[in-house]
């Protein structure tokens, strides 16, 4: 099976739900007038695009229809896709893979976001890939906030067969990275990846101690964290896009991971992201196996939703 076949499938109620709504759109209006506009337009904001990137299409397709002089109706739908892939490649034209072979070492990856977000599950997806690579991972547990946490992290590293380092439940998180990087550096690992409790962003003790946790980061190695991923539930739509803003906010994210991408129809939420925080998506979470994420690529993920 393809890359794009095997996302489309993984992405399944995404596309049903925007094929199935956008054909229905353009059967009802039957014409290329006002009407249909307006009903291309909530079909957008249903999917969670987010009000800033749907008008942006909106008014691309406008000109196109305007430009092109289309008046064929089952031209939209490929207008449509083309306007949607060609924003998404601007957005994404400089955006940096992530690097599972990274020069500096340890390279650190801290992982912060509400709670149940998938935080724990990206890590072990992502420290799978670094194995592979032939890296050497360690595992922090820098959410000491429950013990089933901690619990948790433990089994997958077992499971990818990497290396833990936790301390006990209830330990100050900053702590325990303090400890974990010194090891790291002394131990010689290549990757560094920091599990944090799940946390609202209305919660502002809860944010300053990811602050404080960066800043104990930085003193044992001043220009990490390399990366910070914010993870997002897809499922909750343009809410988790709002939530994230606080977390922008308080401590720099370099990239986002968006999961829960096969459980929801809300996938059109990753069009306005970028839009919308100015971060981009890094990686996709299509499930909750090991090798269920993909990095973000614009071009498979329009055609897997489109096509
Ligand atoms: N279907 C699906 N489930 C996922 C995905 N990512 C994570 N999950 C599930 O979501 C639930 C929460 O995942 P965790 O990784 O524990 O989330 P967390 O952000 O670490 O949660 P807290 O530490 O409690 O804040 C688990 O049941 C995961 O299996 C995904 O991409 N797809
Ligand atoms: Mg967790």
Redesign the pocket.
């Known amino acids: 099976m393809s890359i794009v076949s095997k996302l489309k499938e993984k992405l399944a109620k995404t596309h049903n739900a925007f094929v199935k709504q956008i054909t229905e759109v353009i059967h009802i209006c039957g014409k290329v007038d006002e009407n249909l506009m307006e009903g291309i337009e909530d079909v957008l904001i249903q999917a969670d695009l987010g009000i800033v990137v749907t008008n942006k299409i909106m008014s691309k397709l406008q000109e196109e229809i305007r430009l092109k002089k289309i008046i064929d109706i089952h031209k939209i739908y490929e207008s449509l896709e083309h306007i949607i892939n060609e924003i998404l490649h601007d957005e994404y034209k400089d955006i940096k893979h992530i690097n599972f072979s990274p020069a500096i070492k340890p390279f650190v990856i801290l992982f912060v ?1 509400v ?8 890590i072990a997806k992502l420290a799978y890939k670094f194995k592979e690579n032939d890296k050497k991972v360690l595992l922090v547990a820098a ?1 000491t906030f429950r013990a089933a ?1 901690i619990e ?1 992290l433990d089994i997958w590293a077992k499971r990818i067969n990497v290396n833990i380092l936790s301390q006990n439940y209830g330990s100050d998180p900053s702590s325990v990275v303090f400890n974990a990087l010194n090891s790291a550096i002394t131990n010689k690992y290549d990757v560094v990846l920091i ?1 944090t ?2 946390r609202l962003h209305t919660k502002i003790n809860l944010m300053r101690e990811l602050e404080k946790i960066v800043r104990v980061t930085k003193k044992i190695i001043p220009d990490a964290p390399h990366e910070t991923y914010l ?1 997002i539930d897809a499922t909750t739509g343009q809410n988790g896009v709002q939530q994230a803003k606080k977390f922008v906010e308080s401590i720099p994210i370099s990239g986002i991971i968006l ?5 929801t129809a809300k996938g059109g939420v990753v069009i306005g992201i970028k839009d919308c925080l100015n971060i981009p998506v890094k990686a996709i ?4 196996k090991v090798e ?1 994420i993909r990095e973000f690529n614009a071009d498979d993920f329009v055609k897997a939703i489109f096509d």
Request: charged residues 25%; negative net charge; without cysteine.
């Open positions: 976001g709670n149940g977000v998938g935080k724990t599950t990206a959410d946490a948790q599990d409790a799940g993870v999961t829960k991408l096969d459980g979470g299509i499930g909750e269920d």
